[in-house]
């Protein structure tokens, strides 16, 4: 089986990296190439590279994670790609469930499990991720991607579908682009990472914004796209009705409180979405 690259994009975010790569570094085989691509960081990397003095570290100066994985693909050799985040924390058995599953599918999604990084209660943004967050399989299974922070492929696939584009959900497009070429995807519950929650309201909205922003860039921009792009701005208050039976009945919530505050989250997101969505609409932009 061919040595794979594991391609981590990173800006200011060094305390979740180091935590990523305490668990990552320890199942790394020999011969495997892992890259760090730092986004023009403000923070030092100092103690990053005083703990893994071996580890490649580039900077990609264009901002964005696209931009930064794309510079990973360039920057190894390996025929295998294993695309993480920084944030992640990777399972124990992650880099060699990756190598058994990279040989069965052209493009493999895996499981991002949601954890807390502070003790309870839950915020709601908290409570909402919990419920919200990362249902990678769904949007594999449903929605024909699969994010890029556990996301497995090979260089030929990655080649052939083009980079990630920046400034538009860049896995939704990449995967549809991989999907529309005949590559398959799948998803493997057995490939697990962790990722936090955003902690509070400020930090799910930076998150939403981010993606509303990147979904109206893959919906397009012409006059009737931007009007059914209208209309799903109005319908986004309706919806969080929809799905209010899965904040009611989630297991990964405990008590009133924290269904009450996540209710409350899903309604009032869902509104801000309708407002910014409007504007899209509105203005192409």
């Known amino acids: 089986m061919p040595d794979p690259a594991v391609i981590i994009p990173h800006y200011n975010d060094t305390k979740r990296l180091i935590k990523c790569l305490h ?4 199942q790394v085989a020999s011969g495997a190439e892992v890259v760090v691509i730092d986004n023009g960081s403000t923070d030092s990397l100092d103690q990053i590279r005083a703990l893994w003095p071996d580890l490649r570290i580039v900077t990609e100066a264009r901002k964005g994670a696209a931009n930064a994985r794309n510079r990973g693909v360039v920057e190894t050799t390996a025929e295998t790609l294993f695309f993480l985040d920084c944030d992640c924390i990777p399972a124990p058995d992650w880099f060699a469930t990756a190598m058994t599953l990279a040989a069965t599918a052209d493009v493999t999604g895996g499981r991002i499990d949601v954890f807390d990084e502070t003790p309870p209660p839950r915020t709601g943004a908290q409570a909402f991720e919990a419920v919200f967050a990362f249902d990678n399989r769904a949007y594999v299974e449903t929605k024909g991607f699969s994010v890029t922070a556990n996301l497995l492929t090979r260089r030929d696939v990655f080649e052939a579908t083009g980079p990630f584009i920046h400034g538009l959900s860049e896995d ?22 962790s990722h936090p929650s955003r902690g509070d309201w400020p ?3 930076r998150k939403w914004r981010r993606l509303t922003e990147e979904s109206f860039g893959v919906n397009g921009r012409g006059a009737v796209a931007r009007a059914k792009w209208g209309f799903r701005a109005l319908a986004m208050p309706f919806s ?21 505050r ?6 009032r997101l869902r509104v801000l979405r309708m407002y910014w969505m409007l504007g899209q609409a509105l203005r192409g932009r």
């Open 240 to 260: 969080s009705l929809v799905h209010l039976p899965r904040v009611l009945t989630s297991p990964a919530l405990s008590g009133p409180g924290e269904r009450l």
């Open 172 to 193: 939704l497009d990449w995967c549809r682009r991989a999907t529309a070429l005949g590559y398959r995807l799948v998803y493997a519950p057995e490939l697990r990472v």
């Open 262 to 267: 996540a209710a409350v989250t899903l309604f």
């Open 23 to 26: 668990s990552l570094m320890p």
């Open 203 to 205: 930090a799910l909205v």
